[in-house]
């Protein structure tokens, strides 16, 4: 859908920010939340895509477990 121009990598990527803020003071599923670098990113392909340049392999943003949190304090485990 973003290849074809029907929504574009930013409104995407807004959406997920949204829901990531929305959500996340409930469920503390993040430590740390790079909304700026993912608008810069969702920017470039944007960007390419209007300059008919291939914009590479695109992805839907996605969280997952960091390996190292146990060992850190700043980590807030969520909680059923």
Known sequence: MVRSKEVSAAEVT???L??????????HAFVTVMADAARAQ?????RKI?????????????GGP????ADRR??????P
């Not at 960091?66 to 949190?69: I, R, Y």
């Open 14 to 16: 807004a959406h997920y």
């Open 18 to 27: 949204g829901a990531i803020e929305a959500c996340d003071g409930e469920l």
């Open 42 to 46: 969702a920017a470039e392909v944007d």
């Open 50 to 62: 209007a300059a008919g340049e291939d914009p590479g392999a695109l992805a839907v943003p996605a």
């Open 66 to 69: 960091d390996p190292d949190a």
């Open 74 to 79: 700043d980590h807030q485990a969520a909680q």
